[in-house]
């Protein structure tokens, strides 16, 4: 016969599983939409015109890569990039920028073993300028709302580590903590304008230039929760907290404040950057396209086979175990 287990252990392993699955996506499901959903008040009245009445699909869809982590066992190192693992001084100044050199230099399966998140990012940008050139308006919407998503990831300094979720430190939970409690309690209060979309002329150069920033960050990123952690009672570093049915352990309210101040607007700044960012690509991309006039598009839709695939995907997602390592 089974055992019943007494409540406050259920409650404890619910919260265990709840707590894990809330860490297992980048940025968090509510970070992503929203950078994609404020990208497109950065284009252009002649993007706008298809952007902003997608701008549903554009922000939903926006967690489609995370999702493909399901179904897709080449999806997880496109979001990160385990920069530290080739040098710990001076990183940057070790590793090739091109795709060929880099290769050359460690070989394209130690790469991919440690994240390739840059290259990516580059790589989807040509697909949509592909897009838009094609006029096809289920890809357009579609590659941009994964572009948008590699952009966010980018952003992340917790992505350019082997230390990714503090495991080596002993901080084990500040992936999520970082991406998702800070800025769902705090992005009510971010200043989101950001001007608009700019043109890009070496792609290449400023997302890497985006890695480096984020990863400047990452010392902050771990000292100050270990500052803090050392300094708050070990009863008032985490809460207990009801989403819907589920009780889930979270950072307590006063945890995550102290550390926000600590942080000065980091995660802000790092999210209203992705936003400007993702807008700018995706402008990019158009232009390289030779502008084509969205306008002639704008009565046409998803297609039933791309709605199709996502629901499969999602479905995977609630049911399945992510391939690769739950880098979040």
Request: glycine share 6%; proline share 5%.
């Amino acid at each position: 016969m089974r055992k019943i287990l007494p409540i406050s252990i259920s409650v404890i392993v619910l919260t265990i599983i709840v707590a894990q699955l809330n860490q297992s996506y980048s940025w968090g499901f509510f970070a992503h939409k929203k950078i994609n959903k404020y990208a497109v008040y950065t284009l252009p009245p002649e993007m706008v015109v298809l952007y902003k009445k997608h701008i549903e699909y554009i922000s939903e869809n926006a967690v489609g890569p995370d999702c493909r982590r399901y179904s897709d066992p080449e999806e997880a190192p496109r979001h990160y990039i385990d920069i530290d693992h080739y040098a710990i001084e001076k990183p940057f100044d070790v590793m090739p920028r091109k795709w060929k050199d880099a290769v050359a230099k460690y070989s394209e399966d130690t790469l991919k073993a440690y994240g390739i998140v840059p290259w990516h990012v580059l790589t989807v940008l040509y697909r949509l300028t592909d897009a838009f050139k094609e006029k096809n308006v289920s890809k357009i919407l579609h590659v941009s709302a994964d572009l948008g998503h590699y952009i966010g990831d980018a952003h992340v300094p917790l992505h350019t580590t082997e230390n990714y979720n503090g495991q080596m430190t002993g901080q084990r939970g500040i992936h999520g903590f970082w991406e998702s409690r800070v800025p769902e309690m705090f992005s009510q209060d971010y200043n989101y304008f950001t001007g608009r979309a700019q043109y890009i002329d070496r792609p290449l150069d400023y997302i890497w230039q985006v890695v480096q920033d984020s990863h400047a960050a990452l010392d902050s990123v771990l000292l100050f929760e270990k500052q803090l952690t050392d300094s708050f009672p070990p009863d008032k570093k985490y809460s207990y907290e009801t989403r819907g049915q589920t009780t889930i352990k979270v950072y307590s309210k006063e945890f995550t404040e102290a550390y926000n101040k600590k942080l000065n607007g980091m995660v802000e700044r790092r999210m209203v950057h992705a936003i400007l960012t993702v807008g700018s690509f995706w402008y990019t991309a158009w232009v390289d396209a030779g502008k084509p006039d969205l306008k002639a598009l704008e009565d046409k839709d998803i297609t039933a086979e791309l709605k199709k695939q996502q629901k499969e995907e999602e479905k995977m997602w609630k049911t399945g175990k992510g391939y690769g390592r739950d880098h979040e």
